[in-house]
């Protein structure tokens, strides 16, 4: 990493910004990352949430599918004992679940390709990566919980 005077530079964990000549951030002592590396790690941030986006997308037009097409109840009650309503819950919490996941896979792809054109770091973008998440598997749970699963 160049030190050189002048270079714009961002914390990898506070996001301080700085153009003076030092490796580590004055502040919290994390790493300073140049424009290079910040845009190198939203190519990353693109590519993993695009990937992650396209798969949660399958997921969830296979749930989907399988909801409509295959788990009839008929056909269902025919092989096994379940209670339409815990049947429900289940395919809406998969719903829940994939939309959730596609959804903070389209947020840091959003990021990454922010952080591609301006290189600079968003202090919140995994902290609402992790909101996304976090909310959709306590969704998930409760779901889970009220289909009796």
Not at 79 to 99: E, H, N, Q, W
């Amino acid at each position: 990493m160049s030190t050189n005077p002048g270079e714009f530079r961002q914390c990898r964990k506070c996001a301080r910004e700085t153009y003076d000549p030092i490796e580590n951030c004055r502040k919290c002592g994390g790493e300073l990352l140049g424009e290079d590396r910040i845009r190198s790690v939203g190519s990353l941030n693109y590519a993993l949430g695009t990937l992650l986006a396209v798969i949660m997308g399958l997921t969830f037009a296979g749930i989907l599918f399988l909801a409509v097409f295959i788990m009839e109840p008929p056909k269902l009650n025919s092989v096994m004992k379940i209670d339409p309503v815990s049947r429900d819950l289940s395919i809406f919490a998969g719903l829940v679940f994939t939309g959730g996941i596609f959804s903070a896979g389209w947020y840091i792809r959003r990021a990454g390709r922010r952080q591609q054109e301006t290189a600079r770091l968003e202090a919140r973008d995994m902290t609402i990566f992790m909101a996304i998440i976090g909310a959709s598997l306590a969704a998930v749970t409760i779901l889970m919980a009220l289909a009796g699963e």
